[in-house]
């Protein structure tokens, strides 16, 4: 008995000991699967970084073969996979447009330093224009009569129109637009009405991407088209807008930016679009002109056109340097009997803050459309009398428009001083 106890615990042994060292044998080579096909996936998202997007297909393409051996989801690795096949044909289409300037600025005031002509319309925030404590950093889109606006809340998109100086009852914008658990933002109307930009997550690169839709009715948008790079990159890009009076367009990009920084472009737009020969450049140019690595490297061939260009970027600048110069000395903003402020970093409350830099938006634009309107009814003065008629309707919209203008920025004031007296008081 004794022995047959013996053998049984040395066989009992025997059998649980290999077992056991088998165990960790095969733990130790699921490890380095794992680590193997991790590596597989970062080096999927480091390749669609630096722009090798066929490098970057293959890499998510041996990741997901080894999740379905491991049984394991594949959903995610699956929508990287179709964002580097998007990058792969962009990058067969990069647009050859001239970027004349960049600059980095605080995003969360980046659209304070867009400057567009009146007519290109007006650009705030939602928590401005609506005065909400929301911070769900929508935009809010008006257009140079005031009678459209179209605006993002939530991430999605509305639309407005006014009717007797009253914004109708906001209308979500019909499908394909505004796609479930998509983020939709940054709107904006070029002047023909129609032609609608804006940024989404749907069918994008991965964040925000730019795309461009139109509306052939009321009520009916087109497929909405990504317009590719160099605009759109694997970062955030938004804010696309077009200049037509001074042919200028803008857009922004959190592209090689830290966190809270943003790079605004300023370009020349393409009456239609025209593309890089591929066969003229080596991979390494093509990628370059893709990313944006450098602004000058699209001035090549195009001395006359960025020249133009960057005149009329600095005659912009100066008009609205004199705007501000005039304004800060002819509106020194009276808080209240004891304080006086000339400069938006005077303000201690960031919600009178925000407001003042609001108001000075729409006293500059204000001032604009006063020197317009003065233009507009000496022309109508010095006309022939049968040709007077023609020009009343135009003159009479502008008259509504400077009007109106004028309230909003007495508002605005209001407010900014309400709010810094409120804050002041409390602290």
Same mark, same amino acid.
């Given at each position: ?39 597989? &996936? ?17 890499? /998510? ?52 330093? /867009? ?29 140079? &009569? ?93 804010? /696309? ?117 609001? /108001? ?68």
């Amino acid at each position: 008995m004794k022995l047959s106890y013996l053998f049984n615990v040395v066989l009992i042994s025997l059998v649980f000991v290999p077992s056991n060292a088998q165990n960790k044998a095969t733990a130790h080579k699921r490890t380095i699967k794992t680590t193997a096909s991790g590596s597989l &996936l970062d080096n999927g998202d480091r390749l669609m970084t630096a722009y090798k997007w066929n490098d970057a297909v293959n890499a /998510y393409k041996k990741y997901i073969s080894q999740l379905v051996r491991e049984k394991t989801p594949t959903e995610t690795t699956q929508s990287k996979l179709e964002q580097a096949q998007m990058g792969a044909k962009m990058i067969n289409g990069v647009e050859r447009v001239v970027i004349i300037d960049s600059l980095v600025v605080e995003k969360d005031s980046f659209l304070t330093k /867009y400057q567009l002509s009146t007519d290109a319309g007006l650009l705030t925030t939602y928590e401005q224009y609506f005065k909400s404590n929301d911070k769900n950093y929508g935009t809010v889109y008006i257009n140079e &009569l005031e009678n459209r606006m179209i605006y993002s809340n939530n991430g999605k998109l509305y639309n407005c129109t006014k009717l007797i100086n009253k914004w109708s009852t906001p209308q979500i914008l019909p499908a394909p637009l505004n796609i479930d658990g998509q983020n939709y933002n940054y709107p904006f109307l070029q002047t023909d009405g129609t032609t609608l930009s804006y940024a989404s997550t749907a069918e994008s690169l991965g964040k925000l991407d730019i795309f461009i839709t139109s509306n052939d009715s009321a009520d009916t948008y087109l497929k909405p088209q990504n317009i590719g790079m160099p605009f759109n990159s694997p970062d955030n890009d938004y804010m /696309y807008t077009i200049d037509e009076t001074n042919n200028l367009g803008w857009f922004a990009s959190d592209r090689r930016q830290p966190e809270n920084k943003v790079c605004i472009y300023v370009f020349v737009p393409n009456k239609t679009k025209k593309v890089y020969d591929q066969s003229t450049m080596d991979a390494k140019q093509l990628i370059h002109l893709a990313e944006i690595h450098a602004i000058r490297e699209t001035w090549v061939d195009n001395d006359s056109i960025v020249q133009a260009a960057l005149q009329r970027l600095s005659e912009i600048k100066k008009a609205n340097d004199v705007s501000i110069k005039r304004t800060k000395k002819e509106h020194l903003f009276i808080v209240n009997d004891k304080i006086s402020y000339s400069e938006a970093s005077d303000f201690k409350s960031p919600e009178a803050k925000k407001l003042y830099i609001h /108001y000075e938006q729409l006293y500059n634009q204000l001032k604009q459309q006063e020197a317009k309107l003065e233009d507009m009814r000496n022309t109508y003065a010095n006309t022939e009398a049968e040709k007077r008629e023609a020009m009343i309707p135009g003159l009479m919209d502008l008259e509504k428009h400077v009007s109106l203008l004028k309230r909003q920025a007495k508002d605005t004031e209001k407010f900014a001083r309400n709010a810094e007296n409120i804050y002041q008081k409390k602290n």
